[in-house]
Structure formats: C-alpha cells, structure tokens
C-alpha cells in the first residue's frame, strides 16, 4: 500500500505539475503534429553536446581494459574529482583540493547528499522564492522545513528578509543562480550583504548555517553578466552542480559536491556527502560519464542561440500583452498571468493548453499568478507559437 503522504504529494500541483505537461505534450504531439503543439514546459536543452564531449564519448567507450566498468570509490575517480577541483577552484577564486569534491548523480542528486549530511528533523533551509520546484521534496526528505523567502519585484535577493527569517533551526540557505524560474543572477552586492548577515547570525547563536549554490546553469548567461563566486567571502558554502545543461547533458546524471576548504571540518562533511551517496542507493556516480566529463569538462560551448530565442519569445509576448521578467541567464522566462484572468496560474495554463501552448504553472515554484516557460525549444516552436498565445489572449479578452 502506499504511504499517505506520497499518494497526498503525487495528487497535487506541485513539482510533478512540469513534467504532467511534458508527457501530456508528447500525447498531444501525436495527436496534433509536432509542429503544432509549442512546447515551453522542460528545460530540457536542445543544444547537441560540444565536440569535445562526443570525443571523450568515443574515446570512452573505445576503452576494452580489464575492469573498465568496475566499482570505484564511492565518492568518484580521483582524476575526475581533480577535474571537478578544478573547475571549482577556477569559478570561486579559491584552490580548491580533490579531496573536498564528491561526484554524484546530477545536481539533484547532489542536493540530496548535502540535506541528508546536514539536516536533522526539523531544520530548516531558506530559499529565496520563487525557486526550482523540486527542492521542497529534496528537504522534505530528511524532515526539514523548507522556508520560502519572496524576492523583491524584480526578483533580486531581498537579504533584509532573509536575515529575518534566520533562526537557531536554519541549517542552510540554498541559493539557485541563474535563478530557475526567473534566470536571475544575485549580484556581488547582495551575495556579500547575505554573507555579513550569515556571519553575524553565526556569530549570535553558535550554528553557522551553509550557504548553498545551486549552480548548473552559471555558463548561461547573457550580456556580459557573470555569476559572483561565494567561496572567497563566506567559509561554509558549497556548490553542487551538474553537467546537464552548460554541456547538455540532462539524461547522463552526472554532477558534484564542491566543499570550501576553509569550511569547519571539511573532511567530515566530504565523508558525510559520501555516505548519503551510498546509502540513498546511488552507491557512485555513472564510471562511464565521470570519465567522459574529467576529460571534457571544460569544452567550450556557445550559448548565443539562447539568448536568440530568449528575444524572440520576449517579441511573441510582448506583442500578445504578456508580461515577463528579462532573464539574464539559463533559458527560462518568468511570466504573469493577466490581471483580467478570473482563474489561478494552473487554469491560465489550461487556458494556454487549450490553443496547444504547454507552460509550467508558478505555485509550484512557489510564485502565484505567475507561469514558466522554458525557451531551449525550436525558433520554429517559438515563432509558431504566437498564434497559441494570441488565441489564448484574445479568448481570455472576450470572456
């Protein structure tokens, strides 16, 4: 039988709400065309991986020795984990060692290891709202209390409000830049007033709470912009991070833990991160991937036709009266639902399903009477799919 809290979740809106509209999309696609349906409801990148990884693909695979596919210690190949050392180190301004790094199974994965490390019943991680979906159940998971702090109106981080909510409970704050849903980057400025206020909260009750950095879409980022790094101004940060959407590779799960060396006891919280690894049933990260990305990590890889499509959907929208907060990164956008619309942001996603346009509803992200579209879609499915909005617009107009 199963438990009353999972048949309570799986019946709700919530997470399960984006990827629901993705297999509905698949029906609808067969029933209509491909062509017809406009499909913005996964950040599922359409961008090929770079060449360097289709490389180290084949020269992978290419690799017949004797126990090539064997177990591994559990937190990874060291030469992967050296890699990963590096990329950290390069991105925070800070050396970061091998040994303070953990290979998982993608950023969910990842997130999964550091709330069972770091959470006991009751704690709590703040997280500035909007944010994405799924990180309420990855605290719920070892019975903590996710606290969902608004942003401001432009969804910057609102730090007054966060140190508010900062208590003796608060185990971490987990910070997703660029920001999925809204694609914004939190500025140096707000990063060092939130560091100042985790240090004086540290300082005043004796628990230093983590700083998290979700970070799998930090290479994607537009006009100039750059994620600030965090580890030079605050000790007990930790970056988790994966490969599945700077080298498009969502369905390969391979991702890492990051600690900062100058954290308290960083060797603990490593051999921690590795026994949540092993026990929630991972055991290791893929070997086939951790050597593919140890040898590719670093491809370059040109991001510009996302912020192409990014100003094309921004054209179809403002064209049809649909309001949006302009993302500096990642490939999503933010939208609001019509003042006019007599409905949440759940039947404004019916509405738009009904003219064959697919969108996430935005209480799931923790914003009302907002929505998301995900761009890394066709230019084709962006253009066509002005007449799925307008449809929606125009029947909403004569309501």
């Given at each position: 039988?199963?438990?009353?809290?999972?048949?309570?979740i799986?019946?709700s809106?919530g997470a399960s709400?984006?990827?629901?509209?993705?297999?509905?999309g698949?029906?609808?696609?067969?029933k209509?065309?491909?062509?017809?349906?406009f499909?913005f409801s996964?950040?599922?990148?359409d961008?090929d991986p770079p060449?360097?990884?289709v490389?180290?693909i084949?020269?992978?695979?290419?690799d017949e020795?004797h126990g090539?596919h064997g177990?591994?210690?559990?937190?990874?190949?060291?030469?992967?984990?050296?890699?990963m050392?590096?990329?950290?180190s390069?991105?925070?301004?800070?050396?970061?060692?091998w040994?303070?790094?953990?290979?998982?199974?993608g950023a969910a994965?990842a997130?999964?290891?550091?709330?069972?490390?770091?959470?006991s019943a009751?704690?709590?991680?703040?997280v500035?709202?909007?944010?994405?979906?799924?990180?309420?159940?990855?605290?719920h998971n070892?019975?903590g209390?996710?606290?969902?702090?608004?942003t401001?109106s432009?969804?910057?981080?609102?730090?007054?409000?966060?140190?508010?909510?900062?208590n003796e409970?608060?185990?971490a704050?987990?910070?997703?830049?660029?920001?999925?849903?809204t694609?914004?980057i939190y500025?140096?400025?707000?990063i060092?007033?939130l560091?100042?206020?985790?240090?004086?909260?540290?300082?005043k009750?004796g628990?230093?709470?983590?700083?998290i950095?979700d970070?799998p879409?930090?290479?994607i980022?537009?006009d100039?912009?750059?994620v600030?790094?965090?580890?030079?101004?605050?000790?007990?940060?930790v970056?988790?991070?994966s490969?599945?959407?700077?080298?498009?590779?969502?369905g390969?799960r391979?991702?890492y833990?990051a600690?900062?060396p100058?954290?308290?006891?960083?060797d603990e919280?490593?051999?921690?991160?590795?026994?949540a690894l092993?026990?929630l049933?991972?055991?290791?990260?893929?070997?086939f991937?951790?050597?593919v990305?140890a040898k590719?990590?670093?491809?370059?890889?040109?991001f510009?036709?996302?912020?192409?499509?990014?100003d094309?959907?921004?054209?179809?929208?403002?064209?049809v009266?649909i309001k949006?907060?302009?993302?500096e990164g990642a490939?999503?956008?933010f939208?609001e639902?019509?003042?006019?619309?007599d409905g949440?942001d759940?039947?404004?996603?019916e509405?738009?399903k009904?003219?064959?346009v697919?969108a996430?509803?935005g209480?799931?992200?923790?914003?009302?009477n907002c929505?998301r579209?995900?761009?890394?879609v066709?230019e084709?499915?962006?253009?066509?799919?002005?007449?799925?909005?307008?449809?929606?617009m125009?029947e909403?107009r004569?309501?």
């Open positions: 039988m199963i438990a009353a809290h999972i048949k309570e799986i019946s809106k709400v984006i990827r629901k509209m993705f297999e509905e698949i029906v609808l696609k067969q209509y065309g491909d062509d017809n349906v499909d996964l950040g599922n990148p961008l060449q360097k990884v490389d180290a084949k020269e992978v695979a290419a020795s090539c177990y591994m210690p559990n937190a990874g190949y060291k030469d992967c984990r050296e890699a050392a590096k990329k950290v390069l991105e925070q301004g800070v050396p970061v060692e040994k303070n790094t953990v290979i998982t199974v994965s997130l999964n290891c550091v709330f069972k490390a770091i959470l009751k704690d709590q991680v703040i500035p709202s909007p944010f994405f979906a799924e990180y309420r159940h990855y605290v070892y019975s209390e996710l606290i969902e702090v608004p401001k432009d969804y910057s981080l609102d730090v007054d409000a966060i140190a508010a909510a900062l409970k608060t185990a704050v987990l910070l997703n830049s660029p920001n999925n849903p694609g914004k500025s140096m400025e707000d060092s007033r560091t100042d206020a985790l240090k004086a909260h540290g300082k009750c628990r230093k709470p983590y700083l950095l970070e879409y930090r290479a980022v537009y100039g912009k750059e600030p790094p965090v580890f030079p101004s605050y000790d007990e940060s970056v988790v991070s490969f599945a959407k700077n080298l498009s590779l969502p390969e391979i991702g833990i600690i900062n100058a954290a308290d006891n960083p919280f490593i051999a921690a991160c590795t026994f092993r026990t049933g991972c055991v290791n990260a893929p070997a991937f951790q050597k990305v590719s990590w670093d491809a370059k890889v040109d510009s036709s996302y912020k192409k499509r990014r094309l959907l921004t054209g179809v929208l403002d064209r009266g949006y907060g302009i993302p490939f999503y956008l939208c639902v019509p003042e006019n619309f949440d759940g039947d404004f996603c509405l738009l009904k003219h064959l697919l996430a509803p209480a799931g992200f923790g914003k009302k929505f579209l995900a761009y890394c066709s084709k499915t962006i253009i066509n799919s002005e007449k799925g909005f307008a449809a929606a125009d909403l004569a309501l």
